[in-house]
Structures are given as structure tokens and as C-alpha cells.
């Protein structure tokens, strides 16, 4: 474990280190640019490499970027904006992010560049979706896909197709949603984009799921299947074999769905993909349940309530414990079954809205099943008002009455119970206290040992890096004294070590190849004893007998 956490805190470090490298490789290039298009495009370059490092530095290159652009060039000041704002939207700064975009927005409507107009449309778009305001997101992206006619972007009007698919298949306008997924569809094949066609396949087989269209749904999944492993997309392929179980589970065929949700487990598994695997259990585990295979049901349970809780998913830890309640009712294992409810009630008010009533019903049906009446009565009560359901709130009358009686005769067992239950707990919680602080010492006295051994490691190679430097530097004046270089003409024959050709060179140095050409035989004059011929090996070879020359006597 700690050499594992060791290898990780070392693989961020050079992660950073290494983009910070970049960073200051692109500061010497803008230094060096002379051109305000170059200068700002590699601002831009350095904003983006910034990105990865710290979203702070990135901001205030980003904010660089926009300042030396004004008056200089309308792209890149239009570009920094677009970058500021989404910063701000991954941030959570709505608002501002907003106002970034629409300042990039109007700049590239000034400049009239059709192609930056659709993706600011979109982006704009996106980040109205993210504050469910999907009306003015849906009317963005129709207004982006017209401005991208234009300039025939059909990658960004796929994206925005699909943005529009998926809003209605949310708001269940699932007629809408066939048609858009349809359109993304002829765009991907017109294009003969394999990841889109996919990805349009196993979308309209989930629509025609959801509208009970199952011959259609099984005609998409099928092509979804076929494009799938044909580009080896497996995380994909986890969905496309889940829907197909899902289809099977519609038709009673519990063999069947099985095996397609055994293959979507094992398709997400491959790729470590934690949250199609969990619910991919989780369907495993009601096949099982369905064919009355007890134990394989209850490991695919547990499984996917580990994998769930690891990701924190809410939702997937309350539907699981309830379908594990219901395979430990038909087992009659009455405790063990409250004690997944209970866990399921402790989850539930942190599922997101639109998956409440779905969990009232279930805990409903599990308390009904237990004989808890009243508590039958209270989760069905608010799936009733939720869904409207008039065949629900016919059954209230019904379970109301029951429930008042059960209440009545269970009172005094009820109490009796909570009051061992809470004894049990104040024990449990003493017991897990004192757990809690041996862990907590642990982890503080693992973290200093850990931290003291990165410390010494970034020391040694900062050390290191610093004699290198050093090292090199005092190599350039002793080749420069020694053969009466020019700064030019010793950095052209550092790079000349690297094997580069003239018209590389030529690139580098922002000059022609005559003007390099020019350059290398006044330093070949330089170098070659009197009447020798001298070529590009000859000075690398020479570069090479000087280091270790220069070494020696340092040494």
C-alpha cells in the first residue's frame, strides 16, 4: 500500500513538473517570437499547458492572453475569452462564465468566423444545460447547427445533435429524442465515423426501450454490437449488452437477459469502467434472483453495494440494497432484509430528484412485504402524489387500515426494539471511536514517513538538475572562449548535435536556409584545423571530444 501510494504522488509530481517543463520552454519561444499572431498564439498555448498544473496560473495566463491581444488580433483575443469561460464554467462561475463567452461570441461575430460562432453557441448552450435550464439550451444549439451549415463543421453539429438527443430523452420527449439520435445517425454515416454511428445506435436503442418499440430497439442494439467490437469499444459495448439485457428482462426471458448482462459485467470490467460494472451486477444479481439461484444473486449484490459505495453513487447504494432487500424476503430473512432498507432510507435523500418516486415505490413494496404497514403507507403515499397514480391512491384506504391496527398491537415491541437497537449502536459507535483514532494515528505517522521520503527524492533531483545546469552552462563559454563563438553561432552548433537539417534549422531559427547556410560555414571556419574538409558529423564529434574534455578537467 505504500509503496503504491508512493508510485502515485511520484507520477503527479513528474506529471507537473513535466508540464511546467513546457511552460517555460514556451515563455523562451514568446520571448523570441517577433510576430504579435505567434506571440499570442503560444500565450495561448502556455494558458492551456497552465491548465493542467493550476487552474489559478491558468487564469492568469489566460488573462494575459486577452490583454495582448486587444488591438492586435481580434481571434485570439476572442479565444482567450472562450478559455476564460470555461474555466469559470468548470469552476462552477455561471455567471461570469456567461459573460466570457458571450465577449468571445461577439468578437467572432465582428470577425464574421462562422466556425468559433457554432462553438460559442454550443458552449453556451452547454453551460445553460448545466443549470437545467434546457429550453434555452435546446434553442442555442438548433441556432449553433444553423450558423455550422456554413461552414459544414459536422463534428460540432453531431455534439450538438447529441446534446439535443440526450435533453429529450431526460424530459422523456422521446419522439424528439428518436429524431435527433436519427440525425446524429446520417451525419456519422456520412462521415463513416464509426465512434458516432456507435454511439447514435445505442442511443435510439434506448429510446425505442423506453417506448416500448422493442423490435426497433433490438434492430439498433444489434448494429450498436456489431460497430462496437468492431472499433473494440468496451466501455461502450457495457451499455449496448446492458440494454440488450434490458430488452430481454421486457420479453420474461431471464436466461437470456443474464447472459447479456454477464457480458456487459465483463465488457465494463475489462476496462475498468466502476459504474457501468456496478449497475451491470446489479442487473446480474435480479437474473439470478428471477431464476431462483439465491447465492449468486446475493454476491452480485454485495459486489455492486461495494462498488457503489467506493463511487459515492447514492442512487445506485439505495436501488441496490433494495433489490437485495427483496431477494432476502424470498429467502425469509426478515432481519437481515430491514437492515438493507435502513440502509437504503439513509441514502435516499441524497438521490437526485427525478429518481424519488421511483425509490418511494420500492420502499413501499419492501416495507409491505416486511408487514410495516405504516411505514408501507408513508413511502407509497409520497410515490402516489409523485406520479399521480389513481390505482395507487385507491390502495391508500386499504394499507392505511392495516397499518393502523399493526401499529396499535406492535407499540410496546417497537419500543422495546428501538431501545435495544440504539444500546447496540451506542456500543458500536465506542468501538469504532476507538478504531477511528489507532486508523487516524496510523495514517498520520504513514503520511509523514511518505512525505519526508518525496521531500529527499525532490531534493536529490532538483540537485541534480541544478549540477546539469550548471555543468552545461560552463561547457557553452568554455566552446565559445575557445573557438571565438558568436551566441548564434554556438547555439547553432548545439542544435547541429541533434541531427537537425538546415531546413529544420531554418524553422528554429526563424531565418532562410541561406542565411543557415551562411551561419554554418562561419562556424565550420571556426572549428576546422587550416585545409581540412568539415561537415555536420565532424562538428558533432568534436562537440562530443570538448564535453568530455571540459569534463575531465572539472573532474
Given at each position: 500500500?505504500?509503496?503504491?501510494?508512493?508510485?502515485?504522488?511520484?507520477?503527479v509530481?513528474?506529471?507537473?513538473?513535466?508540464?511546467?517543463?513546457?511552460?517555460?520552454?514556451?515563455?523562451?519561444?514568446?520571448?523570441?517570437?517577433?510576430?504579435?499572431?505567434?506571440?499570442?498564439?503560444?500565450?495561448?498555448?502556455?494558458?492551456?499547458?497552465?491548465?493542467?498544473?493550476?487552474?489559478?496560473?491558468?487564469?492568469?495566463?489566460?488573462?494575459?492572453?486577452?490583454?495582448?491581444?486587444?488591438?492586435?488580433?481580434?481571434?485570439?483575443?476572442?479565444?482567450?475569452?472562450?478559455?476564460?469561460?470555461?474555466?469559470?464554467?468548470?469552476?462552477?462561475?455561471?455567471?461570469?462564465?456567461?459573460?466570457?463567452?458571450?465577449?468571445?461570441?461577439?468578437?467572432?461575430?465582428?470577425?464574421?468566423d462562422?466556425?468559433?460562432?457554432?462553438?460559442?453557441?454550443?458552449?453556451?448552450?452547454?453551460?445553460?444545460?448545466?443549470?437545467?435550464?434546457?429550453?434555452?439550451?435546446?434553442?442555442?444549439?438548433?441556432?449553433a447547427?444553423?450558423?455550422?451549415?456554413?461552414?459544414?463543421?459536422?463534428?460540432?453539429?453531431?455534439?450538438?445533435?447529441?446534446?439535443?438527443?440526450?435533453?429529450?430523452?431526460?424530459?422523456?420527449?422521446?419522439?424528439?429524442?428518436?429524431?435527433?439520435?436519427?440525425?446524429?445517425?446520417?451525419?456519422?454515416?456520412?462521415?463513416?465515423?464509426?465512434?458516432?454511428?456507435?454511439?447514435?445506435?445505442?442511443?435510439?436503442?434506448?429510446?425505442?426501450?423506453?417506448?416500448?418499440?422493442?423490435?426497433?430497439?433490438?434492430?439498433?442494439?444489434?448494429?450498436?454490437?456489431?460497430?462496437?467490437?468492431?472499433?473494440?469499444?468496451?466501455s461502450?459495448?457495457?451499455?449496448?449488452?446492458?440494454?440488450?439485457?434490458?430488452?430481454?428482462?421486457?420479453?420474461?426471458?431471464?436466461?437470456?437477459?443474464?447472459?447479456?448482462?454477464?457480458?456487459?459485467?465483463?465488457a465494463?470490467?475489462?476496462?475498468?469502467?466502476?459504474?457501468?460494472?456496478?449497475?451491470?451486477?446489479?442487473?446480474?444479481?435480479?437474473?439470478?434472483?428471477f431464476?431462483?439461484?439465491?447465492?449468486?444473486?446475493?454476491?452480485?449484490?454485495?459486489?455492486?453495494?461495494?462498488?457503489?459505495?467506493?463511487?459515492?453513487?447514492?442512487?445506485?447504494?439505495?436501488?441496490?440494497?433494495?433489490?437485495?432487500?427483496?431477494?432476502?424476503?424470498?429467502?425469509?430473512?426478515?432481519?437481515?432484509?430491514?437492515?438493507?432498507?435502513?440502509?437504503?432510507?439513509?441514502?435516499?435523500?441524497?438521490?437526485?430528484?427525478?429518481?424519488?418516486?421511483?425509490?418511494?415505490?420500492?420502499?413501499?413494496?419492501?416495507?409491505?412485504?416486511?408487514?410495516?404497514?405504516?411505514?408501507a403507507?408513508?413511502?407509497?403515499?409520497?410515490?402516489?402524489?409523485?406520479?399521480?397514480?389513481?390505482?395507487?391512491?385507491?390502495?391508500?384506504?386499504?394499507?392505511?387500515?392495516?397499518?393502523?391496527?399493526?401499529?396499535?398491537?406492535?407499540?410496546?415491541?417497537?419500543?422495546?426494539?428501538?431501545?435495544a437497537?440504539?444500546?447496540?449502536?451506542?456500543?458500536?459507535?465506542?468501538?469504532?471511536?476507538?478504531?477511528?483514532?489507532?486508523a487516524?494515528?496510523?495514517?498520520?505517522?504513514?503520511?509523514?514517513?511518505?512525505?519526508?521520503?518525496?521531500?529527499?527524492?525532490?531534493?536529490?533531483?532538483?540537485?541534480?538538475?541544478?549540477?546539469?545546469?550548471?555543468?552545461?552552462?560552463g561547457?557553452?563559454?568554455?566552446?565559445?572562449?575557445?573557438?571565438?563563438?558568436?551566441?548564434?553561432?554556438?547555439?547553432?552548433?548545439?542544435?547541429?548535435?541533434?541531427?537537425?537539417?538546415?531546413?529544420?534549422?531554418?524553422?528554429?531559427?526563424?531565418?532562410?536556409?541561406?542565411?543557415?547556410?551562411?551561419?554554418?560555414?562561419?562556424?565550420?571556419?571556426?572549428?576546422?584545423?587550416?585545409?581540412?574538409?568539415?561537415?555536420?558529423?565532424?562538428?558533432?564529434?568534436?562537440?562530443?571530444?570538448?564535453?568530455?574534455?571540459?569534463?575531465?578537467?572539472?573532474d
Amino acid at each position: 500500500m505504500k509503496k503504491s501510494l508512493l508510485i502515485i504522488l511520484l507520477f503527479v509530481f513528474n506529471s507537473l513538473h513535466s508540464q511546467q517543463s513546457k511552460i517555460d520552454s514556451l515563455t523562451i519561444e514568446f520571448q523570441k517570437a517577433k510576430q504579435d499572431t505567434v506571440k499570442a498564439k503560444i500565450l495561448a498555448e502556455i494558458g492551456i499547458a497552465a491548465y493542467y498544473t493550476n487552474f489559478d496560473l491558468a487564469s492568469i495566463y489566460n488573462d494575459s492572453l486577452i490583454q495582448f491581444s486587444k488591438g492586435r488580433t481580434k481571434k485570439y483575443e476572442a479565444l482567450g475569452y472562450r478559455m476564460r469561460g470555461t474555466l469559470q464554467l468548470i469552476n462552477g462561475d455561471f455567471d461570469e462564465s456567461e459573460s466570457s463567452y458571450k465577449k468571445s461570441l461577439t468578437i467572432f461575430n465582428g470577425i464574421e468566423d462562422k466556425g468559433y460562432q457554432g462553438a460559442l453557441l454550443s458552449n453556451l448552450a452547454t453551460l445553460y444545460a448545466r443549470q437545467n435550464e434546457i429550453e434555452k439550451a435546446d434553442s442555442l444549439y438548433l441556432e449553433a447547427i444553423e450558423v455550422l451549415k456554413d461552414v459544414k463543421d459536422d463534428k460540432q453539429t453531431v455534439n450538438c445533435y447529441i446534446n439535443l438527443g440526450i435533453n429529450a430523452l431526460n424530459a422523456n420527449k422521446l419522439e424528439n429524442a428518436t429524431n435527433y439520435f436519427l440525425k446524429t445517425l446520417n451525419l456519422a454515416d456520412e462521415q463513416n465515423n464509426k465512434n458516432y454511428q456507435f454511439y447514435s445506435y445505442n442511443q435510439l436503442g434506448t429510446t425505442f426501450l423506453k417506448r416500448n418499440m422493442y423490435a426497433e430497439a433490438e434492430k439498433n442494439l444489434i448494429q450498436a454490437e456489431t460497430i462496437g467490437k468492431e472499433i473494440e469499444d468496451y466501455s461502450g459495448l457495457a451499455s449496448t449488452y446492458n440494454l440488450f439485457g434490458v430488452l430481454f428482462d421486457e420479453y420474461k426471458n431471464h436466461s437470456k437477459a443474464l447472459d447479456y448482462f454477464i457480458l456487459s459485467k465483463d465488457a465494463a470490467e475489462s476496462v475498468g469502467d466502476k459504474e457501468q460494472l456496478s449497475r451491470a451486477l446489479v442487473n446480474v444479481g435480479r437474473q439470478y434472483k428471477f431464476l431462483n439461484k439465491f447465492d449468486e444473486a446475493k454476491s452480485s449484490f454485495d459486489r455492486a453495494l461495494e462498488l457503489s459505495k467506493a463511487l459515492n453513487d447514492s442512487s445506485s447504494i439505495t436501488f441496490v440494497n433494495l433489490n437485495k432487500a427483496n431477494l432476502l424476503l424470498e429467502q425469509k430473512l426478515i432481519s437481515k432484509a430491514e437492515e438493507s432498507i435502513l440502509e437504503a432510507n439513509r441514502f435516499l435523500p441524497k438521490i437526485p430528484d427525478q429518481d424519488y418516486h421511483v425509490a418511494y415505490k420500492e420502499i413501499a413494496k419492501n416495507y409491505s412485504i416486511l408487514g410495516i404497514n405504516g411505514q408501507a403507507y408513508k413511502y407509497l403515499k409520497i410515490y402516489a402524489d409523485a406520479s399521480d397514480s389513481l390505482y395507487i391512491k385507491n390502495d391508500l384506504k386499504k394499507i392505511a387500515d392495516i397499518s393502523a391496527k399493526y401499529e396499535l398491537e406492535k407499540k410496546e415491541k417497537v419500543i422495546a426494539q428501538n431501545q435495544a437497537l440504539v444500546l447496540e449502536k451506542e456500543l458500536e459507535l465506542k468501538s469504532k471511536q476507538r478504531l477511528v483514532l489507532v486508523a487516524l494515528l496510523f495514517a498520520t505517522v504513514t503520511t509523514i514517513i511518505l512525505l519526508v521520503f518525496l521531500y529527499r527524492n525532490i531534493l536529490r533531483k532538483l540537485k541534480a538538475e541544478r549540477l546539469k545546469e550548471a555543468f552545461n552552462k560552463g561547457l557553452n563559454s568554455y566552446l565559445k572562449n575557445k573557438y571565438s563563438l558568436k551566441e548564434r553561432e554556438l547555439n547553432l552548433w548545439l542544435v547541429l548535435v541533434e541531427g537537425k537539417s538546415e531546413k529544420e534549422l531554418a524553422e528554429l531559427f526563424f531565418k532562410s536556409v541561406d542565411t543557415i547556410k551562411n551561419w554554418r560555414k562561419s562556424l565550420y571556419k571556426k572549428l576546422k584545423a587550416e585545409g581540412e574538409s568539415f561537415k555536420q558529423k565532424n562538428a558533432v564529434d568534436l562537440y562530443y571530444k570538448e564535453k568530455e574534455t571540459f569534463s575531465t578537467l572539472n573532474d
